[in-house]
């Protein structure tokens, strides 16, 4: 791996009357009150000598409690956030019961805190305002993959 920091993840979608994204609002201190451009996808560090993508299908079920499929994956690629940290990302055609919604917590300051504080299905045009303007690329490739604009 290079001397950047990478992540990886994945980018759900369903298709109902239209495509829904399965977008993740970070938990802690720093987002609370946050809205518009502080949602991301599910993500998180590649390890040391880690597959991309089996980094993605980790970080997803660490910070969601939910088993991704393994297969079908669209490649996304990846984007440069303003950190300078490169996130690379599929699309997963996989439907999520947010009922079941269970996330991994960190430890900050001796106070365990949810990693994901909300998840949210939602419209693309949505999703590409609550998201981190380095992800919306995403969502915008994702769509040209299926086709829909």
Excluded: C
Excluded at 4 to 31: D, K, Q, T, W
């Amino acid at each position: 791996m290079s001397g950047l920091v990478r992540s990886a993840g994945l980018l759900p979608y369903r298709l109902r009357s239209r495509l829904e994204v399965l977008i993740a609002h970070p938990g802690g201190p720093f987002f609370a009150g946050r809205d518009k451009g502080a949602w991301s996808i599910l993500k998180g560090l590649i390890e040391d000598d880690e597959d991309e993508q089996a980094a993605a299908a980790r970080e997803f079920a660490e910070e969601s409690g939910w088993e991704p499929l393994l297969d079908g994956w669209i490649p996304l690629g990846e984007t440069r956030m303003k950190s300078r940290k490169v996130v690379v990302a599929w699309g997963i055609d996989q439907d999520f019961d947010l009922a079941e919604f269970n996330p991994g917590t960190f430890n900050l300051y001796g106070k365990d805190y949810p990693e994901i504080d909300e998840v949210r299905w939602t419209p693309a045009d949505e999703a590409r305002a609550k998201l981190n303007p380095a992800l919306t690329v995403f969502v915008d490739r994702l769509e040209g993959h299926l086709d829909l604009n």
